[in-house]
């Protein structure tokens, strides 16, 4: 069965600081990689994908892939408030259907 | 950019009766649908994929006459819980694809008395 493992948390960073979120995958033939913010009662939302090994970098965003790893991270740089929400890492192996770990929920502390 | 809409965001219904969900693609035509369910802490489980012109896909475990799906046009998928039941209550996400990319609606929130 195809696994995505997030640490659920909470994980609590100062505003300003750099929170790291982790994620690990057991199918070795996962092609794509998401990470998606939700808030409270809402839906998620896409913050970036990433197909390649190594960093991609969009703003205070940095999406990292290992794939001999099997291991994505997401790096936020200048916390800030309003990134306090659950960040769902999500994969997909070929088709369309993506695979949600549990989630990171992130508290950024003013 | 791509807009997927849903209806109603939330509702509240009464044990053994069937609710209906609406999920719309706004600016795309979306051959293929997915819908999810979210309990509360919990992470997005994919319950079934809704094509277009044909008959929906289900995931093990779920119940294809309880959870009704019907794709009849490119821009408008619906999933209408038949019979709900306290348990039924989540958090129900469609979502479609566009460029590699998936897009989710506004979610919908049903609460079974």
Redesign the interface.
């Known amino acids: 069965q195809k696994e995505v493992e997030q640490n659920s948390g909470p994980l609590s960073v100062p505003e300003g600081a750099i929170a790291s979120l982790n994620c690990t995958y057991s199918d070795r033939g996962s092609q794509s990689f998401f990470w998606y913010r939700q808030y409270s009662g809402k839906s998620p939302e896409l913050i970036m994908f990433i197909y390649s090994n190594g960093d991609k970098e969009d703003g205070r965003f940095t999406a990292q892939l290992n794939k001999a790893s099997q291991y994505v991270s997401l790096l936020i740089r200048d916390s800030q408030p309003s990134d306090s929400a659950t960040y769902l890492c999500a994969v997909r192996s070929g088709n369309e259907k993506l695979t949600f770990g549990t989630g990171t929920r992130l508290t950024i502390i003013p | 950019g791509a807009v997927v809409s849903q209806h109603p965001s939330w509702v509240i219904c009464k044990s053994g009766t069937s609710v209906k969900i609406e999920c719309r693609s706004l600016d795309f035509q979306a051959t ?1 649908m ?1 819908w999810y369910r979210q309990f509360p802490k ?5 319950m079934a ?1 809704s094509n277009e012109g044909s008959k929906a896909t289900y995931e093990q475990g779920v119940e294809k006459d309880k959870f009704l799906i019907n794709h009849a046009s490119l821009t408008l998928s619906t999933l209408t819980v038949t019979s709900a039941h306290p348990e039924d209550s989540s ?1 129900y ?1 469609c979502s479609a ?1 566009v460029g ?8 919908s ?1 049903l609460t079974v008395l």
Do not use: A, P, V
């Open positions: 293929t997915f919990q992470s997005l489980m994919l994929t958090f996400i694809t590699g990319e998936l897009f989710f609606g506004e979610g929130r």
